[in-house]
């Protein structure tokens, strides 16, 4: 059993050029694990709508992702406001992104849905007024 | 698999080790080894970026030379778009065709008319249902490479027709067959004016491993110095050229995705700028698009690193070059695309990224180059001969480096053991150092 690896990265608020950069550095690292192409794609696209949710809602968070040799974690936690009807923002095209973020291409309401699609679990863990964080996990081959 | 060709060579005698290709390599493919540079073949993707920035002239472009000519009976010449804004004063193309023959070529074959081809079978492939988009354009055998090599998922998205150069190329080689029934094949050479170093890589190792039709390969540069006299004492050009706007327009950035006639289309230039677009549309971020142009040097191939002109000025040229041609009068009689100008399947290969087959060990390794890059300074500065320090850490582990190599611990060291001896300071080893190779400038005041 080998030592898991781990990879913590803080997210900038309010930074929308540099948002999804986290998601850039680990899809780097897992291909040097020689992890399969598919599940790479699905932890960058899962992580990239996780940062990007931070950066418009949260004001910026913590993204840390650990490598075992079965699965892939991804632990997102922010301090922002929390979310106050998850099965509504699990909805797809459900959205309280304001206007300004809309006209950016982000806020289209595909953040939470997007992540639950392509992780093979995802649990929401939120407080309002506290924060959220988000745990995904895929399974490795 | 076959090793593949690069076309990027180093002269060791130039290079001085300096960092600067170093620090400009897309794929992190360089490294200062010996005081000098070494490219890794395995991650290199031929984009001549290391070329263009050497301030040393140390990098150069791997090509034929134009004493080739000797060596076929029948040329043929395949000037790229591009190569017509190289030349300064000309307000028609015709001339530089002429040029060409009078240079010693039997036959020309504007690559441009190839492109108008391409630009027509874009636009029948974009109107299958059954494509994955947004379809990425098979032209800059940079971006090809990249996504072979970074983004596997998006391989089924490149447009599996051959590139404007082959098709020139193997329109040429029909004709000239037909032309010249009684010749040794071997007899009729085709002759590539490349703007950039990626096709020549593209021209010898073959695209999707079909074979081509390309004999050499020449730098534009070689054949503008060639003929830049020649053309000059041209009054009366007997050759016309036969391409159009469309054609001449797949120079620069833009012009290929302008020819689809379809406003859902982005372009873009420079290898940085590909590589983001390329993440943003592998994470499903920009959707929506049917066509992609990604072009590895600035501003299009009028940005290769064979070129001569500015890659601007080169484009301005050109948009006065072709302000007066017809839109394109090179069409296909086919309403389908030729089953020959179809690849089959993308290279792959390996790109040397993985750091062990077995995944524990990867693991344990990629723990270690954590560990040792939150110690390591975090400048990037290169001294050390790796790109970042997180290069260097995996220089370390690979263990293809020492960690002695960094220059900022090193001194830091040396500073910590002059201070811990009480013997002196760095300061003062410093002065000693001076005096003694009798180089103590004068203090100010004392």
Redesign the interface.
Known sequence: MAENVVFHFDIDGEDFSSAGGASVTVKKKLRQLGIDSEQIRRVAIAMYEGEINMVIHASGGTADVIVSDHEITIVLADHGPGIPDVSLAMQEGYSTARDHIRSLGFGAGMGLPNMKKYTDSMKIETELGRGTTITMTVNIT | MQEYKHSVSLDVKKCRGCTTCLKRCPTEAIRIRDNHAQINSKRCIDCGECIKVCPHKAKKAVHDSLDSLADFQIRVALPAPAFYGQFDNIDNIDVIIEGLYRLGFDYVFEVAGAAEMVSAYTRMYLERKDVKRPVISSACPVITRMINM?F??LKDHVMPILPPIEVAASVARERMEAEYPDLDPDQIGIFFISPCTAKVSYVKNGFAGKQNNIDRILSMRDVYFKINDIIEKIDEPEHTAASGMIGIGWASTGGESSAIFNDKYLAADGIENCIKVL??I?????TGLDFIELNACSGGCVGGAMTVANPYIAQARLQILKRYLPVSPNRPADTKIPEKYFVDESVSFD?G?????D??????M??EI?AITAELPGLDCGSCGAPTCMAFA?DIVKNETSADECTVIMREMFHDYLVNHKETTLSDAYRDFMDRSGKTREKKSE
């Open positions: 970074n596997p998922y993440e943003q592998d994470n499903e971020d920009f790109p990224h993985l750091l062990s087959d995944r524990n060990t990867a693991l344990r990629m723990s954590e995996e």
